[in-house]
């Protein structure tokens, strides 16, 4: 995997610069390797801190909490509709996950606690989904950004040696119909939507999840005092302009 040879001035002395990265869509589980391994490559200083994004193929995963009753369709039902499901090492209960919806991967040191990180994690979602118009709060009690009572974005994360890997789930122009397969993030009558249903009733353009990506990376790298430089090799011009780099 190409990572960038320049340095920090903001980070650890001799770390590497962080930098961010957009996959397109990218298989659950392939992600997941991937950041498992740039997660050891953070702990033996031999690779960058790394933001990923990408959309998934529709699945459900089951984070540490999960129950099994929380996935309201039968197997030959989730077939029939394409959709696979899929153990993660996160915490929280089950979620979905499918095109249109913006998943961002920070692999990351933690700069406090786990809270803290989440926090971060929120409310650089937040600033940029401010710039749109649309005002979400995050909530401790049942992680999540929300607006009027319904979940915009999920969060969830495992932890080794103070690196953190999965993130964050924004759904952007997701069929929220997906949800009605499961009890999401195991929270019994809780409601869902997206950022093309909050923006529609503004007259506001739905931005392209490349283009959220590249603002989510910059408000982030403000909440984490570091830089993401965009990986020229897996971006798309027109974002690496958008951004400077």
Excluded at 58 to 84: D, F, W, Y
Excluded at 167 to 181: H, P, S, Y
Aim: with cysteine; hydrophobic share 45%; aromatic share 6%.
């Amino acid at each position: 995997m190409p990572t960038s040879s320049r340095r920090s001035p903001k980070g650890r002395e001799g770390a590497l610069d962080a930098i961010w990265r957009w996959l397109g869509r990218a298989p659950f589980e392939e992600t997941t390797a991937l950041q498992e391994r740039l997660r050891a490559a953070v702990l033996s200083g031999e690779g960058p801190e790394t933001l990923l994004f990408c959309e998934h193929d529709p699945v459900i995963t089951c984070g540490r909490s999960a129950r099994a009753t929380h996935i309201l369709a039968t197997a030959p039902e989730l077939a029939q509709r394409g959709v696979s499901v899929a153990q993660a090492s996160r915490g929280g209960d089950v979620t979905y996950h499918g095109p249109g919806q913006l998943v961002g991967y920070p692999v990351v040191r933690l700069r406090g606690g786990v809270v803290a990180h989440m926090t971060a994690m929120a409310r650089a979602i937040a600033c940029v989904l401010a710039e749109l118009g649309v005002a979400a709060e995050f909530r401790r009690d049942a992680p999540g950004l929300w607006t009027n009572d319904e979940k915009l974005c999920a969060f969830g994360v495992h932890i080794r040696s103070r690196v953190a890997i999965h993130g964050f789930a924004l759904n952007v122009t997701t069929n929220l119909d997906a949800f009605n397969l499961i009890v999401p993030c195991g929270l019994v009558g809780s409601r869902v939507t997206s950022l093309t249903r909050l923006l529609a009733p503004l007259g506001v353009a739905v931005p392209p999840l490349e283009i959220l990506a590249a603002h989510i990376a910059r408000e982030l790298g403000a909440e984490l005092n570091v830089t993401f430089h965009a990986n020229s090799i897996a971006m798309w011009n027109g974002i690496t302009r958008m951004i400077g780099a």
